[in-house]
């Protein structure tokens, strides 16, 4: 069965979630404790197959999802019935001047009736049936920092350029670690480094810190870590929870969101000021021309010095938005909703 409201309609506590109540319970590892139960959360506009595929996968899964909650833009675009037939499937409409990357989100996460909500986007697919019980592993950890957030290794797709294919495999390694404040001095900037393409936040923490940001014209999940880390907690890369993920970005394409990144830091001073992010862009250029070289990829090293050239434009002008003309602004961002609010 499947649900649809709209955000500006029930409240969170009114809505009718539809789970599958046959399931059966299960141990969560030899503490004889129930198995937390979990919920994801997906914000979409237009969706297409992916969004289909990665439904598929969902409910392959290993481990049960109980909750699979939609944060629809445009009402008018969604496909009435095209999805019948998920257990605990919902959708919530918000319009393209409500959407926000950090309140559409947080709206999201009221309905969420579960231990922990799997937060992820529209073409991100699941690469196996054990990426639910891998995360829900990761943020279980007996550590002494108890895990508030862990996320997945993005994995390129078919047709995936090589230059994005070494940015993936930067970004995202083979091996998994767990990030505390202990690791600013080692990590810098990377401390905080988490992303909403799949993420898995454990609820009561979620609850006990508000959550996402309201207004954000990007970077939610770091902001959130970096809520975490401050907070005492840890957030855990999970690089055996995987997904298929990637872009082949125009130069144009990479300066836009690279500035939209940077307009994130620069709002938020309390957590990014005396943190840099220039030297991982170096310290990634640099490996991926290596990688090139040894694969005698040289031919490309045009694409990555071009694309990498714009990711420092677009980077640097975020960085001094207020600067800058709205005229000009609206031509550099991916959000031009954003500046309209």
């Known amino acids: 069965m499947r649900e649809m409201v709209t955000a500006e309609g029930r409240q969170p506590g009114e809505t009718q979630v539809t789970q599958t109540e046959s399931a059966k319970e299960q141990t969560w590892g030899t503490s004889g404790k129930k198995q937390p139960t979990v919920a994801v959360l997906v914000p979409t506009y237009r969706p297409d197959k992916k969004f289909s595929r990665l439904l598929q996968m969902l409910q392959r899964q290993s481990y049960p999802v109980r909750q699979i909650i939609i944060m629809n833009t445009d009402a008018s675009l969604w496909n009435e019935g095209g999805y019948d037939g998920i257990d605990g499937f919902e959708v919530h409409h918000v319009t393209k001047e409500e959407f926000d990357h950090g309140g559409t989100r947080k709206r999201g996460m009221r309905y969420v009736r579960t231990d922990v909500c799997i937060c992820m986007t529209q073409d991100a697919v699941p690469a196996d049936e054990d990426l639910v019980k891998n995360l829900v592993s990761a943020l279980y950890q007996p550590l002494a920092d108890p895990v508030a957030v862990a996320y997945a290794r993005q994995l390129p797709q078919k047709g995936c350029r090589m230059v994005e294919r070494c940015t993936r495999a930067f970004n995202y390694p083979e091996e998994s670690c767990v990030k505390t404040a202990a690791d600013l ?6 401390t905080y480094f988490c992303s909403n393409v ?15 940001v309201e207004r954000t014209i990007f970077n939610e999940d770091m902001l959130y870590a970096a809520q975490v880390i401050d907070a005492g907690y840890g957030v855990a890369y999970a690089a055996e929870a995987r997904v298929f993920h990637s872009h082949n970005f125009t130069g144009m394409q990479q300066l836009r969101r690279n500035f939209d990144l940077a307009v994130s830091q620069a709002e938020h001073p309390e957590v990014f000021a005396g943190l840099t992010a ?11 021309a290596r990688v090139l070289l040894r694969r005698g990829r040289w031919y490309l090293l045009p694409e990555l010095v071009i694309k990498s050239g714009c990711k420092y434009i677009g980077f640097r002008l975020g960085k001094h938005y207020r600067l800058l003309p709205k005229a ?11 500046w309209r609010k």
């Open 185 to 190: 001095g080692r990590l810098g900037i990377k």
């Open 328 to 338: 000009l602004i609206r031509k550099l961002t991916s959000s031009p909703d954003y």
């Open 198 to 212: 799949c993420a898995a936040y454990r609820m009561e923490i979620y609850n006990r810190l508000d959550g996402f």
């Open 278 to 288: 220039e030297g991982e862009g170096i310290r990634l250029v640099k490996q991926t």
